[in-house]
Nanobody, 125 residues
Framework: QVQLVESGGGLVQAGGSLRLSCAAS????????MGWFRQAPGKDREFVAV????????YYADSVKGRFTISRDNAKSTMYLQMNSLKPEDTAVYYC??????????????????WGQGTQVTVSS
């Protein structure tokens, strides 16, 4: 049974930083793509970033490129999202997700098989 558990959310002022974690368990993730998505109040869930677990290749949404960094620690089976220069529009619930086919490395939510419960990030102006 795959489990994804996010942590690290909170309240931060604009311009600040947060690091989210996603602890993954239940199987080996070497063949997976692992992504971050977010959903703001009243809006659709949107793609943030994805990493190919085996190679570390990454892909970002334009809205976060240059500010957010996705990474993973194989030994800890944990994925991270370092968020810098945060803006009020980054306020959302952030979810981690796992795609069984890492070659896709893409933003399509339909390709992700497993989801965490989400962690709230609030950026005040």
């Amino acid at each position: 049974q795959v489990q994804l558990v996010e942590s690290g959310g909170g309240l931060v002022q604009a311009g600040g930083s947060l690091r989210l974690s996603c602890a993954a368990s239940g199987r080996t993730f070497s063949g997976y793509g692992m992504g971050w998505f977010r959903q703001a109040p009243g809006k659709d869930r949107e793609f943030v970033a994805v990493i190919r677990w085996s190679s570390g290749s990454t892909y970002y949404a334009d809205s976060v490129k240059g500010r957010f960094t996705i990474s993973r620690d194989n030994a800890k089976s944990t994925m991270y999202l370092q968020m810098n220069s945060l803006k009020p529009e980054d306020t959302a619930v952030y979810y981690c997700a796992a795609d069984r086919f890492s070659w896709r490395l893409g933003p399509d939510m339909k390709n992700y098989d497993y989801w965490g419960q989400g962690t709230q990030v609030t950026v005040s102006s």
